[in-house]
């Protein structure tokens, strides 16, 4: 298995040196870099190339929502966590509006990290459950606006009734597996088809691709 | 007196808010010999009983009143450190971060005296 080389920004030393000595235990991850603010971790992402960002939120200089920005515009095939105590609903959607890969809460127990790191890496989006039923609940108050939203207006490619079909179950809040079992497909199939969608739209997560879906009228989260 | 401690006073139990972060510390320790234990801040029960082994060093993180209390009260001679004045807080001044190192000297403090 590759070693996936990460870069670990909080404001915390301590925070970071726990999760660190946390992660070197961990076959398969490498922490190779660490940042104490968004400014730092911008310039350090750049640098360093790692594979995964792990970001606070709330940090002096530059939050981690706009590092979040910054970094996907500068950094090819970079994929960032946020991880932190903000449950913020602006937060929250902000983060996924520019491009983070995940959101996540710093109540996760160690193994639940890794296994996120997992699945990051593995092209899917982990967010904590007590802040995806925010997303969800915002995205059908605001039909998907977000301040600073990076969505486009109008695909690259036009979607295929099955990607459009599996797109509205995402906003709808399913996962995969759920949303496999509804149409009689596999995972891995709605996961390709996610991931097409998604190519498509220029988009990297399935959020955006909710927004999207709820801001152009093609069906509402019933979530 | 069942079995003899490792060594003087290598105890400590860490109350943890945020499990990451209570895990990473209680790792940290560990690689340093010491014995650790980990509670939930927001169970009484559980601290209580974690306790009973006596820890020379506690680590609170956003305790309650009543838990720091009850630390207090039944291992008074213990160390405590408190991470819980900046973590999470967002934009703390250098000078107050709190460190891993803190942990070590309240650690070294209380080797020394057991």
């Known amino acids: 298995m590759r070693t996936t080389r990460v870069l670990l920004v ?17 076959p398969g991850i490498e922490v190779v870099g660490e940042a104490e603010n968004g400014l730092q971790a911008v310039e350090r992402a750049n640098e360093l190339k790692p594979d995964l960002v792990i970001m606070d939120v709330e940090m002096p200089v530059l939050d981690g ?26 937060h929250v959607v902000r983060a996924m509006m520019h491009g983070a890969h995940g959101y996540l809460l710093k109540n996760l127990r160690p193994d639940q990290l890794f296994d996120m790191i997992v699945s990051v890496m593995r092209g899917e989006t982990p967010i904590s ?63 390709s ?31 | 007196m069942t079995a003899p401690d490792p060594a003087p006073c290598l105890r400590a139990l860490v109350v943890q808010s945020y499990t990451l972060l209570g895990e990473g510390i209680a790792d940290l320790l560990r690689q340093r010999g010491v014995l650790v234990e980990v509670a939930p801040a927001d169970d009484a029960d559980a601290v209580e009983a974690a306790l009973e082994s006596e820890p020379c060093l506690v680590v609170l993180d956003r305790a309650a009143p009543a838990i720091t209390a009850l630390v207090v009260q039944r291992v008074p001679t213990a160390q405590v450190v408190d991470v819980s004045c900046v973590i999470g807080r967002g934009y703390p001044a250098a000078a107050d971060l709190m460190r891993f190192e803190a942990i070590l000297d309240a650690l070294g403090v209380a080797a020394a005296r057991a």
Request: without cysteine.
């Open chain 1, 129 to 191: 459950p007590a802040v995806a039923g925010r997303l969800l609940q915002h995205l059908k108050e605001t039909g998907g606006s977000a301040k600073g939203a990076v969505v486009p207006e109008e695909p690259g490619q036009k979607l295929t009734r099955r990607e459009l079909e599996i797109l509205r179950l995402v906003a709808g809040g399913r996962s995969n597996k759920e949303i496999g079992k509804e149409l009689s497909i596999t995972e891995g199939t709605v996961k």
């Open chain 1, 193 to 223: 088809h996610v991931h097409n969608a998604l190519e498509k739209l220029h988009m990297t997560n399935r959020i955006q691709a909710a927004a999207y879906i709820v801001r152009q009228g093609l069906g509402l989260p019933d979530a």
């Open chain 1, 65 to 90: 929502v706009e590092a979040v920005r910054l970094i996907r515009e500068q950094v090819l095939d970079v994929k960032v966590i946020m991880l932190t105590v903000s449950e913020t609903d602006d």
């Open chain 1, 10 to 26: 909080d404001d915390q030393p301590l925070f970071r040196g726990a999760v660190a000595a946390l992660l070197a235990r961990q």
